[in-house]
């Protein structure tokens, strides 16, 4: 029994592999994946083409090799692994062979596979078997069994306790070496270095957006409009432990406030961006208050469904026919006017970039003063124990009231950004994926975490922007790394480092401080 | 904090917390009992016939949210969390029946009197009947890999996390359906028993309605289903685990329950609900695509908090009742069509703000909130 274990669990590992590449080729990801490797070799394919067969080759060899990794698990004896790699790889190269010989016959027979499954075609199937007709069924027999017999063993071999030593001596001299150059270094000199590296950063924040272009521009300036988005849903569920789903809405008061009070229809007021924004954040704290004070008893799940309900409702009653005379119905709100600096209008997405980073700067600053302040422990105290808060003296109502409107005001903030960079603001730019968009970037950099917060905009919102090519897949791709991420890494890309801090520096353990002790995880 | 002086201030400051709730109840009352005049006492318009006709419809569309309460249900009353992919197993299972249609009129089998009929038109109960349990089956399977994939090894994690990770599967199965079968609305093809636009006709206050028949076939199938849902939670073996685990996991394992087996039968008989409602779905309201999930999923959500969640005869009824308000709703208030979305998440937030345990609110609601 003891004896079969891992070679069931490593049958199980194979055919799931040879599961997902078989999902793979049916949504049409292989032409992809092959594409963005063939630019890993700096061969350029155009839209629409298919690479050379070579990198289909290589997309089998590293899947295998990453199935012979995984099916191998912490083994370290060769043997084993040996026959661990061996089961793993005939079994996913059954279950691609199976699906060839099942597509060969379904395309043989003529039925017409295409007004079912519209991502697979017949020269698609043809570069997957890698252009050797039905020979490709055995060609991926073979392939998958070595390179799964590789792959385990590679693996046993990392994990030999020889290259274990190894590593290990290496990582030891490196820790020395750099405690040798801070202890031998005067204090004032890292600190000098730090604000040096700041001014440096500084610096080249303020240069880059002339020199990079429009399309960077674009993409940077979206990263940080849900960067300042992110921040404020971090005040409500990092701080205040208030789970939010329906961040939207407060998106779209500021938004509608800046388009409403900007733009020739469908109002003609044109009092320009500024009063648009304060007017907007002044809104979306009013919506937090109405929506907060009845719902102040409520926690956790609950909490998420009745905020996702309040999105939605907004969302819905925008996009009705009931406000149109208001709010510009379904169409949307065009022609927002641009902002203007001191008399001088907005020409060039340069300075919206300015904008957006002026922006970012006061929400840090702001986040940062009020974590660290009363209110922050309070917050704190709420989120991990509301009983023991409340008997501590902490007006609940009050803290989470507040902490839903602040929140809220940097989300007006960020919608009125929004709607006056894109010249347009519609229900469709506030829909639920945009407050599941502003949570993810929160949960996957790391909850109160500025740098996780920046890291995880950027690699929901930014990545999916460069890497054009997977347009087509990127809400897939990114419900899979919402499940792997929480799997892999709940705490978050970059974790906030308060737990750490604690650890090493042991504060004096009085009244004050133990509220806010005891680590501040999801 | 500041507790030297003693005074009492007529209104203190923390009353305005509490009267919030009030006010809100006060001002919701009064706009709905304002609308209910102008329709039923000012304009009359309408007559009994027209209403049954509603109710009528309202019942069939909240047999199908029942259904997929249900699922809710069981899953948030074991696990504490909100199966946000519910919703897209149900799509899964339309889409299998869809196929399942689709083969069986692709398929001809000639007869003497007809040699042009295909299987779904020759053996359309057949048809039927395969389709339902083919629908079950996969999106069975499907909520038994959700659970097996991205819930089990969070299942000691914070309660966020797994929500997380369910609002991500949702995602990944809705653009997995999308990118598999194109973002396409496609037609359900009934066996011509089923077809859509025959249906009974009653004679009711002098005026006839007609009942369509998928719908009679949804509303008794998804009564029959409850039923048989009922009965195994009651009676059997499995459905004493399934209670025992709900209230106190590690208990139950101690009396020897296997706790990962009962919560994936769980996840299976929740995902096997969803399936038959998918085809409901289907079958009554002809579409299928892959968001057809999404808003009867939220919908359903809403039912089971309405009927108090972790109670499934709260479910059922959450179901019903919200199927007859979101039907009737938008006449009896006179207010847009458009709005009928906006209804049900009305209902949920007043509920929850209200009372928190739904209509058969459960014990231990309290504490779960």
Request: proline content about 4%.
């Given at each position: 029994?003891?004896?079969?274990?891992?070679?069931?669990?490593?049958?199980?590992?194979?055919?799931?592999?040879?599961?997902?590449?078989?999902?793979?080729?049916?949504?049409?990801?292989?032409?992809?994946?092959?594409?963005?490797?063939?630019?890993?070799?700096?061969?350029?394919?155009?839209?629409?083409?298919?690479?050379?067969?070579?990198?289909?080759?290589?997309?089998?060899?590293?899947?295998?090799?990453?199935?012979?990794?995984?099916?191998?698990?912490?083994?370290?004896?060769?043997?084993?692994?040996?026959?661990?790699?061996?089961?793993?790889?005939?079994?996913?190269?059954?279950?691609?062979?199976?699906?060839?010989?099942?597509?060969?016959?379904?395309?043989?027979?003529?039925?017409?596979?295409?007004?079912?499954?519209?991502?697979?075609?017949?020269?698609?199937?043809?570069?997957?078997?890698?252009?050797?007709?039905?020979?490709?069924?055995?060609?991926?027999?073979?392939?998958?069994?070595?390179?799964?017999?590789?792959?385990?063993?590679?693996?046993?071999?990392?994990?030999?306790?020889?290259?274990?030593?190894?590593?290990?001596?290496?990582?030891?001299?490196?820790?020395?070496?750099?405690?040798?150059?801070?202890?031998?270094?005067?204090?004032?000199?890292?600190?000098?270095?730090?604000?040096?590296?700041?001014?440096?950063?500084?610096?080249?924040?303020?240069?880059?957006?002339?020199?990079?272009?429009?399309?960077?521009?674009?993409?940077?300036?979206?990263?940080?409009?849900?960067?300042?988005?992110?921040?404020?849903?971090?005040?409500?569920?990092?701080?205040?432990?208030?789970?939010?789903?329906?961040?939207?809405?407060?998106?779209?008061?500021?938004?509608?406030?800046?388009?409403?009070?900007?733009?020739?229809?469908?109002?003609?007021?044109?009092?320009?961006?500024?009063?648009?924004?304060?007017?907007?954040?002044?809104?979306?704290?009013?919506?937090?208050?109405?929506?907060?004070?009845?719902?102040?008893?409520?926690r956790g799940d609950y909490?998420?469904?009745?905020?996702?309900?309040?999105?939605?409702?907004?969302?819905?009653?925008?996009?009705?026919?009931?406000?149109?005379?208001?709010?510009?119905?379904?169409?949307?709100?065009?022609?927002?006017?641009?902002?203007?600096?001191?008399?001088?209008?907005?020409?060039?997405?340069?300075?919206?970039?300015?904008?957006?980073?002026?922006?970012?700067?006061?929400?840090?600053?702001?986040?940062?003063?009020?974590?660290?302040?009363?209110?922050?422990?309070?917050?704190?105290?709420?989120?991990?124990d509301t009983l023991?808060?409340?008997?501590?003296?902490?007006?609940?109502?009050?803290?989470?009231?507040?902490?839903?409107?602040?929140?809220?005001?940097?989300?007006?903030?960020?919608?009125?950004?929004?709607?006056?960079?894109?010249?347009?603001?519609?229900?469709?730019?506030?829909?639920?994926?945009?407050?599941?968009?502003?949570?993810?970037?929160?949960?996957?950099?790391?909850?109160?975490?500025?740098?996780?917060?920046?890291?995880?905009?950027?690699?929901?919102?930014?990545?999916?922007?460069?890497?054009?090519?997977?347009?087509?897949?990127?809400?897939?791709?990114?419900?899979?790394?919402?499940?792997?991420?929480?799997?892999?890494?709940?705490?978050?890309?970059?974790?906030?480092?308060?737990?750490?801090?604690?650890?090493?520096?042991?504060?004096?353990?009085?009244?004050?401080?133990?509220?806010?002790?005891?680590?501040?995880?999801? | 904090?500041?507790?030297?002086?003693?005074?009492?201030?007529?209104?203190?400051?923390?009353?305005?917390?509490?009267?919030?709730?009030?006010?809100?109840?006060?001002?919701?009352?009064?706009?709905?009992?304002?609308?209910?005049?102008?329709?039923?006492?000012?304009?009359?318009?309408?007559?009994?016939?027209?209403?049954?006709?509603?109710?009528?419809?309202?019942?069939?569309?909240?047999?199908?949210?029942?259904?997929?309460?249900i699922g809710y249900t069981l899953v948030y009353g074991i696990l504490l969390m909100i199966n946000?992919?519910?919703?897209?197993?149900?799509?899964?299972?339309?889409?299998?029946?869809?196929?399942?249609?689709?083969?069986?009129?692709?398929?001809?089998?000639?007869?003497?009197?007809?040699?042009?009929?295909?299987?779904?038109?020759?053996?359309?109960?057949?048809?039927?009947?395969?389709?339902?349990?083919?629908?079950?089956?996969?999106?069975?399977?499907?909520g038994f890999?959700?659970e097996k994939?991205?819930y089990r090894p969070l299942r000691k994690a914070p309660r966020l996390i797994p929500l997380?990770?369910a609002?991500?599967?949702?995602?990944?199965?809705?653009?997995?359906?999308?990118?598999?079968?194109?973002?396409?609305?496609?037609?359900?093809?009934?066996?011509?028993?089923?077809?859509?636009?025959?249906?009974?006709?009653?004679?009711?206050?002098?005026?006839?309605?007609?009942?369509?028949?998928?719908?009679?076939?949804?509303?008794?199938?998804?009564?029959?289903?409850?039923?048989?849902l009922y009965l195994l939670v009651q009676k059997t073996r499995l459905g004493k685990s399934m209670r025992a685990v709900a209230m106190d996991k590690p208990t139950a394992s101690l009396m020897g329950i296997d706790v990962d087996r009962t919560i994936s039968s769980t996840f299976i008989i929740s995902?096997?609900?969803?399936?038959?409602?998918?085809?409901?779905?289907?079958?009554?309201?002809?579409?299928?695509?892959?968001?057809?999930?999404?808003?009867?999923?939220?919908?359903?959500?809403?039912?089971a908090?309405?009927g108090g969640i972790g109670n499934i005869p709260g479910a059922?009824?959450?179901?019903?009742?919200?199927?007859?308000?979101?039907?009737?709703?938008?006449?009896?208030?006179?207010?847009?069509?458009?709005?009928?979305?906006?209804?049900?998440?009305?209902?949920?937030?007043?509920?929850?703000?209200?009372?928190p345990s739904g209509?058969l609110g459960e014990v231990l609601a309290e504490e779960k909130v």
């Amino acid at each position: 029994m003891n004896n079969n274990q891992p070679i069931r669990k490593s049958l199980q590992i194979g055919v799931v592999f040879g599961i997902i590449i078989v999902f793979m080729v049916l949504i049409g990801f292989h032409i992809i994946a092959a594409t963005l490797i063939s630019k890993a070799f700096g061969i350029a394919v155009a839209r629409g083409k298919i690479p050379e067969v070579r990198f289909m080759l290589y997309l089998h060899i590293l899947f295998g090799l990453w199935m012979g990794w995984s099916a191998s698990g912490k083994n370290i004896n060769r043997s084993r692994s040996l026959l661990q790699g061996l089961v793993s790889g005939l079994s996913t190269g059954v279950v691609v062979a199976l699906f060839d010989l099942l597509m060969t016959f379904l395309i043989q027979s003529g039925t017409d596979v295409r007004s079912y499954l519209p991502e697979f075609s017949f020269d698609r199937m043809e570069y997957f078997l890698l252009g050797l007709g039905q020979n490709g069924i055995f060609a991926h027999l073979a392939i998958y069994t070595f390179t799964g017999i590789a792959g385990s063993l590679f693996a046993a071999f990392i994990r030999s306790s020889a290259v274990k030593q190894f590593s290990e001596t290496l990582k030891s001299s490196y820790e020395e070496k750099s405690e040798l150059i801070k202890s031998k270094l005067p204090p004032f000199a890292i600190k000098i270095a730090t604000y040096g590296f700041y001014a440096l950063l500084l610096a080249i924040l303020l240069i880059l957006p002339t020199r990079w272009g429009s399309y960077w521009n674009f993409v940077i300036g979206l990263v940080g409009i849900y960067v300042i988005a992110g921040i404020g849903l971090n005040i409500i569920v990092g701080l205040s432990g208030q789970l939010m789903l329906g961040y939207a809405a407060f998106f779209a008061m500021g938004a509608y406030s800046v388009a409403l009070v900007n733009s020739p229809h469908p109002h003609n007021l044109l009092w320009g961006f500024w009063p648009g924004i304060a007017v907007g954040i002044i809104t979306s704290i009013l919506a937090a208050v109405i929506l907060g004070l009845p719902i102040m008893r409520l926690r956790g799940d609950y909490l998420a469904i009745v905020t996702l309900g309040f999105g939605e409702i907004i969302r819905i009653l925008l996009k009705s026919d009931v406000l149109t005379s208001l709010t510009g119905g379904p169409r949307g709100i065009h022609d927002i006017r641009n902002p203007a600096f001191f008399g001088s209008p907005f020409s060039s997405d340069v300075n919206y970039v300015y904008l957006i980073f002026a922006g970012i700067a006061i929400t840090v600053f702001l986040f940062n003063r009020l974590q660290n302040s009363r209110t922050g422990r309070a917050w704190l105290a709420i989120k991990e124990d509301t009983l023991a808060a409340q008997a501590t003296g902490v007006n609940l109502q009050r803290y989470k009231l507040l902490a839903l409107c602040i929140g809220a005001a940097f989300a007006g903030l960020a919608g009125g950004i929004f709607a006056a960079r894109n010249n347009f603001t519609g229900p469709n730019d506030h829909s639920l994926m945009v407050s599941i968009n502003t949570l993810s970037i929160i949960i996957v950099g790391g909850v109160n975490s500025i740098p996780g917060i920046i890291l995880g905009a950027f690699a929901l919102k930014g990545l999916p922007e460069i890497l054009r090519e997977i347009e087509n897949y990127r809400l897939l791709i990114f419900g899979a790394l919402l499940i792997v991420m929480m799997l892999v890494r709940p705490n978050g890309l970059w974790p906030s480092s308060r737990p750490l801090f604690e650890k090493s520096s042991q504060p004096p353990v009085d009244d004050s401080e133990k509220e806010t002790r005891g680590g501040n995880h999801a | 904090m500041n507790s030297v002086k003693k005074t009492k201030p007529l209104l203190k400051r923390r009353n305005l917390y509490q009267l919030a709730r009030p006010i809100f109840g006060i001002i919701f009352l009064a706009i709905i009992l304002w609308r209910l005049y102008i329709v039923f006492v000012m304009k009359q318009q309408y007559g009994s016939d027209f209403w049954i006709r509603l109710i009528i419809s309202g019942l069939i569309i909240g047999g199908v949210y029942s259904l997929i309460a249900i699922g809710y249900t069981l899953v948030y009353g074991i696990l504490l969390m909100i199966n946000f992919a519910h919703g897209e197993v149900m799509m899964i299972g339309t889409f299998a029946g869809y196929f399942i249609f689709e083969a069986a009129n692709a398929i001809t089998v000639p007869t003497a009197a007809n040699p042009e009929i295909n299987i779904a038109n020759a053996y359309p109960a057949v048809t039927i009947l395969i389709a339902f349990i083919v629908g079950m089956f996969i999106a069975a399977a499907t909520g038994f890999f959700l659970e097996k994939i991205a819930y089990r090894p969070l299942r000691k994690a914070p309660r966020l996390i797994p929500l997380i990770s369910a609002i991500g599967a949702s995602i990944f199965l809705q653009n997995a359906a999308q990118i598999l079968f194109s973002p396409q609305t496609r037609d359900y093809d009934n066996p011509s028993l089923m077809a859509r636009g025959t249906g009974l006709d009653l004679l009711i206050g002098g005026s006839t309605i007609k009942v369509p028949y998928t719908g009679i076939f949804t509303f008794i199938l998804s009564i029959l289903l409850m039923v048989g849902l009922y009965l195994l939670v009651q009676k059997t073996r499995l459905g004493k685990s399934m209670r025992a685990v709900a209230m106190d996991k590690p208990t139950a394992s101690l009396m020897g329950i296997d706790v990962d087996r009962t919560i994936s039968s769980t996840f299976i008989i929740s995902g096997a609900l969803a399936g038959a409602a998918g085809v409901m779905w289907g079958i009554h309201n002809g579409l299928v695509y892959y968001f057809v999930g999404f808003i009867p999923g939220i919908k359903a959500f809403t039912a089971a908090v309405l009927g108090g969640i972790g109670n499934i005869p709260g479910a059922m009824l959450g179901g019903m009742f919200l199927g007859l308000v979101e039907s009737v709703g938008p006449t009896a208030l006179d207010i847009s069509y458009q709005l009928k979305d906006v209804i049900a998440f009305v209902i949920l937030i007043v509920i929850l703000i209200f009372r928190p345990s739904g209509i058969l609110g459960e014990v231990l609601a309290e504490e779960k909130v």
